[in-house]
């Protein structure tokens, strides 16, 4: 069945009780089957699956993988196979819902393997004992836990912010699950769309993987992932110029159309205004600031074997990500604390039992006294954790703690609008904070940075892990106890791996040409750069992080004022400074093909409008499940198979 929600309307002028008792009146399930035994145990095993394929393509890619639609479908799969061999009841949609937030935990638990911590043993030449980071990297995801449900009723209850990968797993259960008489042919639309579309994106992301088709000798049908591949070509044949700014070619500028769908199908969940200002910053940013900026020198390029200079994303990030993050976070606080009511009244609801008593959902929700008692608690572990492990300072990795509340904002708007968590950019901003007050510690650069953009990174990946089980009716309480389970699978798969398959006791043959941890190495470089002081970063990237702050408080009061009919994000534009123009093109490509569709058929009995509009989340949740999972079995194959 269709899944209930406010209108827009609605979430502009209810207040959060309202919201909250509407919710718990139209869609809370009640105490259905969720936190069984075989769901745990389905999502831990599969979690832990995903956590290592999410190791290896992060040694590769230096990304990691949204498991949460991945493991819904491989769940649902397996159960139906199952009830139909008469060997287990059919699996509820609230039991997908926990099984999904434990393999999701699992397969996020490994950020410090494939990025700060890697970049740490490499640095320090040492080999941490396994059981040591398999402590830390649980320690970081209970504090996550603990950090992300104080925020949780803010940003999904009242704001009922879109998360798009949450969204769509959400629409995917929904759709999986959907039971019922009446008109099959209508209800079983959003399904068949899904599988459709689903199906048409894993074929395009399989015939992107070049390497497989040419050895199976069908390299003839291989679709190129850049659409302007085919002028460059013809440009290096017959000697044609080669588009470019202030001299700087578009492709190294990152400025080229990219056909990648999962990110087109996730532009198509976020909407036309969260697209409009990924496209606005990705302009400002590559094509007007960043080449004025390389011909000021202040970007320098990589010059390869014949004496070419090269740029590229990994070099433009270490300059543009100043100005981006700052915006990002000025924006983020603003937005934060002009609703301080939102703040207030939990703590006040905490110590006034008579108020505490009107919260009609209260019993459900995790109480706010585990995040008051447990993230002292959580922090000191890691404190200590960080000071035994790494030779950290109490006072320098006590200060890392606080600082993660700053940068969680930061994460869960970006996380809330794109399903783009910058983890990477928010531990450049740490390590460039310790820096100053630590310079020279390069252990202590890397370990504090680690502690805030980690912990960051999973509290707003659990907060859009909940939203499937909000928009489904679920219980917050239980997903969170799920996240730490999922903690503890992702912990123990990954480290195994790592140690047994990628460190074998040897960090300095770590970083190879098959697994070149690009993450790692960029954590790598920023702590040697800022371990020497501030003054080795640029004068034009101080300037930028001050004007991108500024921008990012007038942008938000813009969008206050105007009650959110402000059509422009600031954290969307302080987004496009941390990710490839290519990636902003694709996402504001998805946004502007639904929006096109419902603005040309605006009647919902008009074709288009009914197939498309009405069915916009069912189709992008098969794209980006598609090609999730088409992406996930070409990377095994080209990993385990193509050597």
Same mark, same amino acid.
Not at 442 to 450: E, K, L, R, S
Not at 464 to 485: D, F, S, V, W
């Given at each position: 069945m269709a899944i209930k929600q406010l209108s827009d309307e609605q979430v502009r002028t209810m207040s959060v009780e309202e919201k909250d008792r509407w919710w718990l009146e139209n869609v809370y399930q009640g105490d259905v089957p969720q936190f069984t035994v075989r769901a745990v145990v389905c999502g831990f095993l599969l979690g832990g699956v995903l956590s290592i394929t999410n190791l290896y393509v992060g040694a590769k890619t230096g990304w990691a993988l949204g498991v949460g639609i991945t493991s819904v479908i491989l769940a649902y799969l397996i159960f139906r196979v199952l009830h139909r061999a008469h060997l287990a009841n059919d699996y509820h949609v609230l039991e997908n819902n926990i099984m999904q937030s434990i393999a999701c935990s699992a397969g996020y638990t490994n950020g410090p393997l494939i990025a700060s911590m890697a970049a740490y043993m490499v640095i320090m030449n040492v080999v941490v004992p396994w059981w040591q980071m398999v402590l830390w990297c649980f320690a970081l995801a209970v504090l996550g836990v603990l950090f992300a449900f104080p925020l949780k009723r803010r940003y999904i209850n009242d704001e009922q912010l879109p998360f798009p990968e949450g969204r769509a797993a959400g629409v995917v259960l929904d759709t999986l699950h959907e039971e019922g008489d009446g008109d099959v042919a209508k209800r079983v639309l959003p399904a068949k769309l899904l599988v459709v579309f689903g199906l048409l994106a894993a074929l395009l992301k399989l015939l992107q993987a070049h390497r497989i088709l040419e050895r199976i000798h069908v390299g003839f049908l291989a679709i190129p992932e850049m659409l302007d591949g085919w002028y460059y070509r013809l440009a290096e044949r017959y000697g044609w110029s080669v588009p470019s700014i202030r001299g700087v070619p578009l492709s190294e500028l990152t400025v080229q159309p990219e056909l990648d769908i999962a990110m087109i199908g996730a532009g198509g969940l976020m909407g036309i205004r969260t697209g409009i200002s990924l496209l606005i910053g990705a302009i400002i940013n590559y094509v007007i600031i960043v080449p004025w900026i390389i011909a000021r020198g202040d970007i320098p390029g990589t010059v390869d074997a014949d004496g070419v200079t090269h740029y590229g994303f990994k070099v433009i990030t270490t300059w543009a990500l100043w100005c981006g993050v700052t915006m990002m976070t000025t924006a983020s606080l603003l937005a934060f604390f002009a609703k301080p009511a939102a703040l207030v009244q939990p703590i006040k609801n905490l110590f006034h039992r008579r108020q505490r008593t009107d919260d009609c959902i209260a019993h459900i929700e995790l109480p706010l006294s585990v995040s008051i008692i447990g993230v002292p608690i959580a922090g000191a572990a890691v404190v200590?954790?960080?000071?035994? !492990?790494?030779?950290? %300072?109490?006072?320098?990795? =006590?200060?890392?703690? *606080?600082?993660? !509340?700053?940068?969680?904002?930061?994460?869960?708007?970006?996380?809330?609008?794109?399903?783009?968590?910058?983890?990477?950019?928010?531990?450049?901003?740490?390590?460039?904070?310790?820096?100053?007050?630590?310079?020279?510690?390069?252990?202590?650069?890397?370990?504090?940075? +680690?502690?805030?953009? /980690?912990?960051? $990174?999973?509290?707003? #990946?659990?907060?859009? #892990?909940?939203? *499937?089980?909000?928009?489904?009716?679920?219980? *917050?309480?239980?997903?969170?106890?799920?996240?730490?389970?999922?903690?503890?699978? @992702? $912990?123990? +798969? %990954?480290?195994?791996? !790592?140690?047994?398959?990628?460190?074998?006791?040897?960090?300095? /043959?770590l970083f190879s040409k098959d697994y070149p941890y690009p993450a790692a190495?960029?954590?790598?470089?920023?702590? /040697? &750069?800022?371990?020497? @002081?501030?003054?080795?970063?640029?004068?034009?990237?101080?300037?930028? =992080?001050?004007?991108?702050?500024? =921008?990012?408080?007038?942008? /938000?009061?813009?969008?206050?004022?105007?009650? @959110?009919?402000?059509?422009? %994000?600031?954290?969307?534009? @302080?987004?496009? !400074?941390?990710? *490839?123009?290519?990636?902003?093109?694709?996402?504001?490509?998805? %946004?502007?093909?639904?929006?096109?569709?419902?603005? &040309?058929?605006?009647?919902?009995?008009?074709?288009?409008?009914?197939?498309?509009?009405q069915n916009q989340e069912s189709i992008c949740a098969g794209i980006i499940a598609g090609a999730a999972l088409m992406g996930v079995a070409v990377m095994a194959i080209e990993i385990f198979l193509l050597k």
């Amino acid at each position: 069945m269709a899944i209930k929600q406010l209108s827009d309307e609605q979430v502009r002028t209810m207040s959060v009780e309202e919201k909250d008792r509407w919710w718990l009146e139209n869609v809370y399930q009640g105490d259905v089957p969720q936190f069984t035994v075989r769901a745990v145990v389905c999502g831990f095993l599969l979690g832990g699956v995903l956590s290592i394929t999410n190791l290896y393509v992060g040694a590769k890619t230096g990304w990691a993988l949204g498991v949460g639609i991945t493991s819904v479908i491989l769940a649902y799969l397996i159960f139906r196979v199952l009830h139909r061999a008469h060997l287990a009841n059919d699996y509820h949609v609230l039991e997908n819902n926990i099984m999904q937030s434990i393999a999701c935990s699992a397969g996020y638990t490994n950020g410090p393997l494939i990025a700060s911590m890697a970049a740490y043993m490499v640095i320090m030449n040492v080999v941490v004992p396994w059981w040591q980071m398999v402590l830390w990297c649980f320690a970081l995801a209970v504090l996550g836990v603990l950090f992300a449900f104080p925020l949780k009723r803010r940003y999904i209850n009242d704001e009922q912010l879109p998360f798009p990968e949450g969204r769509a797993a959400g629409v995917v259960l929904d759709t999986l699950h959907e039971e019922g008489d009446g008109d099959v042919a209508k209800r079983v639309l959003p399904a068949k769309l899904l599988v459709v579309f689903g199906l048409l994106a894993a074929l395009l992301k399989l015939l992107q993987a070049h390497r497989i088709l040419e050895r199976i000798h069908v390299g003839f049908l291989a679709i190129p992932e850049m659409l302007d591949g085919w002028y460059y070509r013809l440009a290096e044949r017959y000697g044609w110029s080669v588009p470019s700014i202030r001299g700087v070619p578009l492709s190294e500028l990152t400025v080229q159309p990219e056909l990648d769908i999962a990110m087109i199908g996730a532009g198509g969940l976020m909407g036309i205004r969260t697209g409009i200002s990924l496209l606005i910053g990705a302009i400002i940013n590559y094509v007007i600031i960043v080449p004025w900026i390389i011909a000021r020198g202040d970007i320098p390029g990589t010059v390869d074997a014949d004496g070419v200079t090269h740029y590229g994303f990994k070099v433009i990030t270490t300059w543009a990500l100043w100005c981006g993050v700052t915006m990002m976070t000025t924006a983020s606080l603003l937005a934060f604390f002009a609703k301080p009511a939102a703040l207030v009244q939990p703590i006040k609801n905490l110590f006034h039992r008579r108020q505490r008593t009107d919260d009609c959902i209260a019993h459900i929700e995790l109480p706010l006294s585990v995040s008051i008692i447990g993230v002292p608690i959580a922090g000191a572990a890691v404190v200590y954790m960080a000071w035994a !492990f790494y030779g950290v %300072s109490i006072w320098m990795a =006590a200060v890392a703690v *606080p600082m993660v !509340f700053v940068f969680t904002l930061i994460a869960v708007n970006s996380t809330a609008l794109t399903s783009i968590t910058p983890t990477g950019a928010m531990g450049k901003v740490t390590q460039l904070t310790y820096g100053v007050i630590a310079p020279g510690k390069i252990n202590t650069n890397i370990v504090t940075a +680690c502690i805030s953009a /980690e912990v960051a $990174s999973s509290a707003s #990946n659990l907060i859009q #892990n909940i939203k *499937p089980g909000y928009m489904l009716g679920g219980k *917050p309480r239980l997903q969170a106890i799920g996240h730490l389970i999922g903690a503890i699978a @992702g $912990s123990l +798969c %990954s480290v195994a791996v !790592f140690y047994t398959l990628f460190l074998r006791n040897n960090p300095a /043959e770590l970083f190879s040409k098959d697994y070149p941890y690009p993450a790692a190495i960029a954590w790598k470089a920023v702590a /040697e &750069l800022l371990t020497k @002081g501030l003054s080795q970063l640029p004068v034009s990237a101080q300037w930028a =992080a001050l004007y991108g702050g500024i =921008a990012g408080i007038v942008l /938000e009061i813009v969008r206050i004022r105007s009650k @959110g009919k402000f059509p422009i %994000s600031p954290v969307g534009i @302080g987004l496009a !400074f941390v990710i *490839p123009f290519t990636t902003c093109l694709a996402m504001f490509a998805g %946004s502007f093909a639904f929006w096109l569709i419902a603005r &040309l058929y605006p009647r919902p009995n008009q074709r288009p409008n009914a197939l498309f509009v009405q069915n916009q989340e069912s189709i992008c949740a098969g794209i980006i499940a598609g090609a999730a999972l088409m992406g996930v079995a070409v990377m095994a194959i080209e990993i385990f198979l193509l050597k």
